[in-house]
Structures are given as C-alpha cells and as structure tokens.
C-alpha cells in the first residue's frame, strides 16, 4: 500500500505570497492532520480535516487554511507569507477514527520564506 | 507549562547500553500516547503506542505509561548506532508533540 504523500517537496517563495501544499493520504484513510515542524518550536498541530470537514485546529492565525475532497486529498494554503513561515510542513492520515489512532506522515514539504 | 514535555538532550549512551528517554505530559484526561522516531531530513515513523498503564515490550523498546503522574517513557534496549535519532513523544488526539530528545548512540 503506497504510503502518505506530499507536494511538492521543496519550496522557495517571498513574503506576501502564497502557497498551496498537497497531501493524498494512505489509501482507505479519510483523516489528515497537518502540523509545521520547526526547530526552535518543534512539531505543532494546524488541523485536521476528516470527511471534507474540519474537525481540530491548533493554534495557528487565519492566514493558514486547509481544506480536504471528497477522495479524502487534503490540501493547505498560507496566505500572506511571512519569513516565520519557513519550516517543514508535514501531513499525517489515519483511518478517521478518534483518540487510539495510529497516525502516518508523510514525507513533508520544505517551505523556504525569503 | 508546555502541554509535553521532553528533555531535548542530547542524550549520549554507548552502544549495547540502555537509553531511557523520559515526557510528561499536562492534560490528566489524555487517553493515548506515542514515541516517534525522526532522522535528520526525514519524518516522524511511529514506535510504540500506549494506551494503559504499565509496560508494553515490542522487541528492544520498551513503553512505560504512568497516568496518575503524568509520565510516559521509553526505554531501548541494546542501543545501536542505528538508533541515533530525535525521539518525539505525542499525546492524545490532536497529536500534542514533544519538542523531542536527541539520541546519539557511540560506538
């Protein structure tokens, strides 16, 4: 079973621009969570998405933004970008159960603010 | 207080030893837990999960779950050079991590 994956890998891009990250979960899986990873403030929870529809946020302004189809794809978008922004974006899928859930990352999207 | 927490290390043991990674965690209500493993470059693959407490074994890693003081830990077994990696901890649904402890095996 193909694993979790993320587009694209790597990304350059200026402040005050935006982006948009994808990620197709594990087939069969209708959870995605995302979560920035950087290395003074470690692995933080955007969102979750589960069914089209947003089930957790995190503690994230509204310039983040995600959204999630019906073939259960998630994409997210950063609007207005600052140079804070620059971090490794990762997505996670899980079959959509609640608590005891096993989540599985995928390989990440490298976002580098200039 | 931060929701998990992890001494960031780096925690240096030498190969064959036992290393015993430590988190606490704030939520008494959190009902899962888990340790990644994440090389540099790469992402976090799941370890081990725990959901009660006591001890659960999986080959050379060993999860120890403590609810009413708020500890999970981990502790691996004839550490190898292998294992040189951040450990991160995650509690509960929405997945609150650690900020990870940084494991160098030595030869």
């Known amino acids: 079973k193909a694993g979790v994956t993320q587009t694209p890998r790597y990304l350059i891009k200026t402040r005050g621009q935006q982006v948009t990250l994808s990620c197709s979960p594990i087939?069969?899986?209708?959870?995605v969570s995302w979560y920035q990873q950087t290395p003074g403030q470690g692995l933080q929870f955007l969102f979750e998405?589960?069914?089209?529809?947003?089930?957790n946020k995190g503690n994230f302004p509204g310039r983040f933004s995600g959204r999630q189809f019906s073939n259960s794809r998630s994409e997210m978008n950063v609007s207005t970008l600052e140079l804070g922004d620059s971090a490794l974006y990762l997505c996670?899928?899980?079959?959509?159960?609640?608590?005891?859930?096993?989540?599985?990352f995928g390989p990440g999207t490298r976002l580098l603010v200039l | 207080q931060k929701e998990v927490e992890q001494n960031s290390g780096p925690l240096s043991v030498p190969e064959g030893a036992i290393a015993s990674l430590n988190c606490t965690y704030s939520?008494?209500?959190?009902?899962?837990f888990f340790w990644y493993r994440q090389y540099s470059g790469k992402s976090p693959e799941l370890i081990m999960s725990i959901y009660s407490n006591g001890d659960k074994e999986d080959g050379r890693f060993t999860a120890q779950l403590n609810k009413a003081s708020q500890y999970v830990s981990l502790l691996i077994r004839d550490s190898q050079p292998s294992d040189s990696a951040t450990y991160l901890c995650a509690v509960s649904s929405k997945l609150i991590f650690g900020t990870g402890t940084r494991l160098q095996v030595f030869p």
């Open positions: 939520d008494r209500g959190s009902q899962s």
């Open positions: 087939s069969g899986h209708r959870s």
């Open positions: 998405y589960f069914s089209e529809t947003q089930r």
């Open positions: 996670a899928s899980s079959l959509g159960g609640r608590v005891q859930e096993t989540q599985y």
